[in-house]
């Protein structure tokens, strides 16, 4: 009995501590294991699986140049399989209403990773619908949320973005530049005397030969911003690749960098707003911005 009894104890241990050999999945590229925290920042990530909104890490997205709807019939949660659920952000053509939730926590520096698809969103026409997830200084929430500028100098990040105005209609990721809340457009701008400007904002994916016009599908995007560079990944079949052009941080505002003095934490907002410009016919149909996840792994 007693050998039995020891066998079974050593047993035991033998497979506690096999398994605490194993390998713990990394949902960062192996070149950056060194570079980022390999837990995520809880307070901000979200895998959106309890199915309802965890109102302490967001809050509705309130002020919006387009309608925002609210509850259920607008922000809700689907099953993508038996444990998987996302976040779905309805937009209603005939309501002329979009949706969207803001973060409660704003961060800066580290890698972010999301995986989202629209749904509804036609290609060969102009939509109603701007879909995106983006940061930025100040959270539009229901509870309210900013930070103070430093320097007068802001910066957004647009880490996917719909155009709701060209066609065909895709979604790119850009940072553009703001002083005392005008975004930067022009050389000496918003009174910005000291920065010397060329072009419309940096881009790290956007060029004609790099524009997406996969919406339906789910895409995984990560993205590392750091003291040093904005830098775009995608996750393809488990493995990351660097996309886009690296945006890097200098004395200046170009189409490949921005000035230092813009570095700043940011709300994160997840959002598929109905907005219309001028008078081009636009398509209506009912839309959605689904969100599997998004994380955030602080750089270390």
């Known amino acids: 009995m007693f050998i039995k009894q020891s066998l079974a104890i050593v047993t035991i241990l033998l497979a506690t501590s096999a398994c605490s050999l194993l390998p713990t999945p990394s949902y960062l590229p192996a070149e950056l294991a060194n570079q980022y925290s390999s837990s995520v920042d809880d307070e901000i990530s979200d895998e959106f699986n309890s199915g309802k909104l965890d109102t302490s890490k967001w809050t509705y997205r309130k002020r919006a140049a387009g309608g925002l709807g609210r509850g259920t019939e607008f922000v809700?949660?689907?099953a993508i399989d038996g444990t998987?659920?996302?976040?779905s952000l309805k937009g209603i053509g005939a309501q002329q209403k979009g949706s969207g939730i803001s973060s409660l926590k704003a961060v800066d520096y580290g890698f972010y990773a999301t995986r989202w698809r629209t749904?509804?969103?036609k290609t060969d026409v102009a939509t109603s619908f701007h879909p995106a997830i983006w940061g930025f200084w100040g959270n539009a929430g229901e509870v309210n949320k900013g930070i103070s500028p430093k320097n007068r100098h802001t910066l957004e990040i647009d880490l996917m973005e719909f155009g709701n105005w060209p066609t065909?209609?895709?979604w790119s990721t850009d940072a553009p530049a703001f002083f005392d809340g005008k975004r930067i457009v022009?050389?000496?701008s918003a009174n910005e005397s000291d920065i010397d400007f060329d072009g419309d904002k940096a881009v790290m994916l956007g060029a004609p030969n790099e524009t997406r016009i996969n919406h339906?599908?789910?895409t995984t995007l990560g993205m590392e911003y750091t003291p040093e560079y904005l830098q775009l990944w995608e996750q393809v079949n488990g493995q990351w690749y660097k996309i886009g052009d690296t945006?890097?941080?200098t004395d200046k505002n170009t189409q490949t960098s921005i000035n230092k003095l813009h570095r700043n934490k940011c709300y994160w907002l997840l959002s598929n707003l109905f907005i219309e410009f001028g008078n081009k016919p636009r398509d209506r149909s009912d839309t959605s911005l689904d969100v599997d996840y998004f994380r955030f792994y602080p750089i270390k």
């Open 76 to 78: 809700n949660f689907a």
């Open 84 to 87: 998987n659920e996302y976040v």
């Open 119 to 121: 749904t509804g969103i």
């Open 168 to 170: 065909p209609t895709h």
């Open 186 to 188: 022009a050389t000496g």
């Open 216 to 218: 339906s599908d789910w």
């Open 247 to 249: 945006v890097f941080f």
